[in-house]
Structure formats: structure tokens, C-alpha cells
């Protein structure tokens, strides 16, 4: 049987491949593996039967061969443990690679999300305008700091690993906000991340949910 994930079962970022399912999407395509997508309302993200699943009453979540995961990060991980391609196999490169997926939801991520969510529920408060320079300022910091361990690389290391993938897929979140204008050697890199053939093949499928809405 193949691999099982579930998503949103409407798009709540118009097809722009924004919400989380999208990782691990783009992790079965890296490898090569097939898998069936299980649809949630939001009502039934709250139910019972997928908070068994995820107790957060979140999307995503991954079953196969008896194994049931959430939180994109592990399941990743899981996947890249499991099928060669999104690992190097010398450990120390290896190790990097760890460790980067865990900078990318550990450090990266959360001022990405905090700046969003400001932007989304708070702009008529009377703290937003103070609030955002501080917001964008702790942004602006963590790309400097990935655009100078990239130097001239391609990727984080020798290779394309699941490192990138989670790095570049936080980083993506940025895209309309004008902040990665100003780091083009991350602007390039992820660039180079949407170009892959197993991102692009995720993107449509993704996108595909969208677009059954009638609202492309």
C-alpha cells in the first residue's frame, strides 16, 4: 500500500504550495514514492479520529507500514532515513544535513510565522507599526546569516539534501514580503530549490486542490 498523507481538503493559500503538507509532498517526489493524499475539513481536523493521528488537530500526517507520524520535520526525517536521496551517507555530511532540518523549524521558521501572523491579525492594532521593524529586523538577521554559510554554494552542502528541502520550503514562506530582496544568494537558492523537477511535480499536485475549487 502506498504511503498515506493527509491535507486541507479546500486550498487556504490559493495553490500558492504554502501549507505544510507541501514538505512532505515534495520529500515523496525527491524519492521517487507514490502516495495517496486523505482530504480533511477543517471540522474533521478536529475530530476525534484525527486527533488520534495528530493531536494538535493539524495537517499533515503520514501512515505507512504501520507507522503513523506527525509534525513535518519527523516525518521528513523519517522518510529520508528510510529511502537513500535525501541524506549524504557519510556522517559527518550527514549530520549537517540533521542538523539543518532542525535549524529550519527550530530557528528559522518561527519569526517567518510570527511576521505572518502579525500581518494577517494584527495590522489594526495600534503595536503593529512599532511591532514590525523588530519582526523583520530578527528576519533580515537569519538571512544574513544562511546567505554568508552559502557563500557561492548551490546547495547547503555537496549535495541537495532534506536539509535544503526544509531550509528552503521556511525561506519560501517569505515570497511577497520584499524581505528576500534584499539577500540574493538566498533568493537564488531558493530559486533553485523551486526549479527541481520532484518540487515542481509537488507544486501541481498541491495546486490541483486549488484549482478542483473552481477558483483558479
Known amino acids: 500500500m502506498n504511503p498515506v498523507i493527509t491535507a486541507f481538503e479546500t486550498s487556504p493559500d490559493r495553490g500558492r504550495g504554502l ?34 493521528l495528530q493531536p494538535f488537530g493539524q495537517i499533515p500526517t503520514f501512515e505507512a507500514d504501520g507507522v503513523a507520524l506527525f509534525e513535518t520535520g519527523a516525518i521528513v ?55 514590525m521593524p523588530m519582526l ?3 528576519i533580515h538577521r537569519r538571512l544574513d546569516e544562511l546567505s554568508a554559510y552559502l557563500g557561492e554554494s548551490e546547495w547547503l552542502d555537496d549535495a541537495f539534501s532534506a536539509g535544503d528541502l526544509m531550509v528552503a520550503d521556511v ?8 524581505l528576500l530582496e534584499a539577500h540574493p544568494r538566498v533568493a537564488a537558492y531558493i530559486a533553485r530549490a523551486e526549479a527541481r523537477p520532484a518540487f515542481r511535480r509537488a507544486f501541481t499536485a498541491q495546486r490541483a486542490v486549488f484549482e478542483a475549487q473552481g477558483e483558479a
Not at 507541501?22 to 474533521?44: H, I, M
Open 171 to 178: 525561506m519560501r514562506r517569505l515570497g511577497g514580503s520584499g
Open 136 to 138: 523583520e529586523e530578527r
Open 19 to 52: 501549507a505544510r503538507d507541501f514538505r512532505v509532498r515534495w520529500a515523496l517526489e525527491e524519492l521517487g514514492l507514490r502516495y495517496d493524499v486523505r482530504a480533511l475539513s477543517f471540522t474533521a481536523m478536529k475530530e476525534a479520529a484525527h486527533r488520534d
Open 77 to 131: 526525517l523519517h522518510l529520508a532515513e528510510r529511502h537513500a536521496g535525501l541524506l549524504p551517507t557519510g556522517p559527518a555530511a550527514r549530520a549537517r544535513a540533521l542538523s539543518w532540518m532542525f535549524g529550519a523549524v527550530s530557528t528559522m521558521e518561527p519569526p517567518i510565522v510570527e511576521r505572518s501572523m502579525a500581518v494577517l491579525l494584527e495590522q489594526d492594532k495600534p503595536w503593529f507599526a512599532a511591532r
